[in-house]
């Protein structure tokens, strides 16, 4: 195999036991589209010996080994069209591991009955509070293929955000898959980082997401961007290339057959926005948990990491009007609540979307202009927070991610 930098394959599992070590079997090979960054970290500690002589030394000892990995893949869906009961796919695995939370539970089907644009019965579907899902198709006159957040489980949804107009009956319910942060982390992972080079194979143990970065341009392929942290590695050669399928990833652009919703947390009337940019960055935090645990490896001190906080921020650039600076004015316990649902594209088994159901303005006043392709553009920043629903994890969460 030739010696170059570009070939790679990534590889990971869930743990079953944090960082144990002793395994190198891999259950899945993710469709990265950069060369990974892998870095690994063993330094030698100087021995501090005091000496006889001023020009005298020894040579130190071996410290702890830790390390990171950040790699970078398409923002797909479902993979297939969720029709019926969804199936946890590779990138739903990581992100709903990493953030906390994963609901799979909904299940599509079709509406029956007399649909309207927050209410949508079925005969058979699953819906689950707190839950995202798609309605129908572009242009059908009714959900056209848009996101919703149903407020209510079992067979009818409820909309939190209204569909563009009223379903009629035999339209298509996708169930979403839904990620979102939880107090509590997932399973961790191991990675196997796969050079070409023979030998240049290397396993890192008891991984957790430390950050995660999404690049949703419009008119691009949406992107994900997963930077985790690991309590070990070692370095063990594997054959490359490997005999290991890639994973699918079915994606689509980001504004085909869209839309940006927003309203009054707690009204459901559509209103909708067309943002020039639209940018979601995730304040994460991520503490590790020091000291000897089973498994342990010999240069290993890390034994599991507790998640510290998640703040999702949304940025966007829209049509100036005055609107955004009188919201701004809204102070202190007075504050209106804005909810946003941002459906990123409308096609079955690629779909994504993104809901925050509680923010608030937050940083500079959006009173000045900005020139956005040669128009008059403001941009203002929203702060999401838990919503007032506190039934469970996925109701009160801050921000989450259909994939459909």
């Not at 946890?88 to 007399?114: K, Q, R």
């Not at 959900?143 to 009818?156: E, K, L, N, P, Y």
């Not at 890192?204 to 419009?218: N, P």
């Not at 590695?233 to 399928?245: E, G, K, Q």
């Amino acid at each position: 195999m030739a010696n170059i930098h570009a070939l790679r394959e990534v590889h990971y599992s869930s743990e079953s036991t944090f960082g144990d070590s002793s395994t190198t079997t891999y259950a899945t090979r993710i469709p990265v589209i950069e060369p990974p960054v892998l870095t690994i970290s063993q330094e030698r500690a100087d021995d501090a010996s005091l000496q006889s002589r001023s020009n005298e030394s020894r040579p130190g000892y071996l410290g702890i080994r830790s390390a990171s990995l950040e790699f970078k893949c398409y923002l797909g869906g479902h993979g297939t069209a969720p029709t019926a009961a969804l199936t946890e796919n590779w990138i739903a695995d990581l992100l709903g591991d990493g953030l906390g939370g994963i609901s799979t539970a909904a299940v599509g089907t079709v509406l029956n009955g007399t649909p309207s644009v927050t209410s949508l019965p079925t005969a058979a579907g699953t819906f689950v509070a707190g839950g995202m899902g798609r309605i129908g198709t572009i242009g059908d006159g009714g959900g056209s293929g848009q996101a919703f957040v149903s407020s209510s489980a079992g067979t009818t949804g409820t909309c939190l955000l209204a569909l563009p107009a009223a379903p009629a009956a035999g339209a298509q319910y996708y169930a979403m898959t839904t990620v979102y942060p939880s107090e509590t982390l997932g399973s961790s992972k191991r990675f196997m980082v796969m050079h070409s080079t023979t030998g240049a194979q290397y396993h890192v143990y008891g991984c957790q997401l430390e950050t995660v970065t999404f690049g949703l341009e419009w008119g691009a392929l949406p992107t994900v961007t997963f930077r985790y942290v690991g309590a070990y590695w070692h370095r063990n050669p594997i054959t490359f290339p490997s005999s290991a399928t890639l994973e699918d990833c079915k994606t689509a652009p980001t504004g085909g057959g869209g839309s940006f919703a927003w309203q009054t947390t707690g009204t459901t009337t559509r209103a909708t926005l067309s943002p020039s940019s639209v940018q979601l960055t995730l304040d994460m935090g991520l503490a590790q948990k020091m000291g000897p645990a089973a498994n342990q490896a010999a240069y290993q001190v890390i034994n599991g990491y507790e998640r510290t906080k998640i703040v999702p921020t949304l940025q966007i650039t829209v049509p100036w009007e005055d609107t955004f600076e009188s919201l701004f004015d809204t102070d202190g316990s007075s504050t209106t609540h804005k909810q946003f649902l941002w459906t990123l594209n409308s096609t079955p088994g690629a779909a994504v979307a993104i809901y925050l159901p509680r923010a608030y303005p937050v940083g500079m006043r959006p009173s000045g202009v900005v020139d956005s392709n040669g128009l008059n553009y403001v941009t203002a920043t929203f702060r999401g927070r838990e919503s007032a629903t506190t039934t469970n994890e996925l109701t009160r969460s801050a921000f989450r991610i259909g994939l459909g």
